[in-house]
């Protein structure tokens, strides 16, 4: 696959949509999809569509991904946190980013796979851990930023804790068929709460319940 089809995705499902932030265009346009699925969906790596993972998850549609981080507003110095590693293509461009990502990953298969991709590119700022995304990785917070890639019923209590103040977090919010992505901004230590696309992601699952 070459950066001519990153380059397509780019100019015509993100920044002919809107995103605007020459970060993410830039992170987007870098770091190869097509590395992060598996060779029967290689093809289809950068057409505007989620695509199948394994254990019933997926890799996020482009144009979803830029509209997080680009939500985000991240800074080259930020610390973040991702609440579902899936395929690991979120992570390398949160790596692209921000100076260190913590990521957490239900599935521990998906966790190595991901370790796997991410290694092969090269990335030395990331840390994977397999565990319960809910809970967060209280040990390496606050965070600059938090980014979920699965949908909450509510807004995980522990992540939130886990915010820096001035701190953002971006997370689909809601049952499968009514999905939102919610921005919140911790600020004075309560969290200002601001809607965004709407979407669809797999659920948030946590194995407390």
């Given at each position: ?6 380059q397509f ?167 499968p068929d ?26 948030l699952i946590?194995?407390?319940?």
């Amino acid at each position: 696959m070459t950066i001519t089809a990153r380059q397509f995705m780019v100019d015509t499902q993100l920044r002919a949509r809107g995103i605007s932030d020459p970060r993410v265009l830039d992170a987007m346009l870098r770091v190869p999809r097509d590395a992060f699925v598996s060779e029967p969906y290689r093809a289809e790596a950068y057409e505007d569509h989620p695509l199948p993972i394994g254990d019933d998850q997926t890799i996020s549609q482009p144009y979803v991904v830029a509209v997080m981080l680009e939500s985000l507003q991240l800074a080259p110095k930020d610390i973040v946190l991702e609440v579902g590693t899936g395929s690991g293509y979120v992570t390398a461009l949160l790596a692209e980013l921000a100076a260190q990502v913590f990521s957490i990953e239900r599935h521990p298969a998906l966790a190595a796979n991901a370790r796997t991709a991410i290694a092969a590119l090269g990335y030395t700022n990331v840390q994977i851990f397999a565990g319960d995304g809910t809970l967060g990785l209280p040990a390496h917070a606050p965070f600059d930023a938090i980014l979920v890639s699965a949908a909450a019923f509510k807004l995980p209590p522990a992540l939130l804790s886990q915010l820096r103040d001035g701190g953002r977090m971006i997370v689909p919010v809601g049952p499968p068929d009514s999905q939102q992505l919610q921005l919140i901004r911790m600020h004075n230590g309560q969290p200002i709460i601001s809607l965004r696309d709407p979407v669809r992601f797999v659920p948030l699952i946590s194995d407390q319940t």
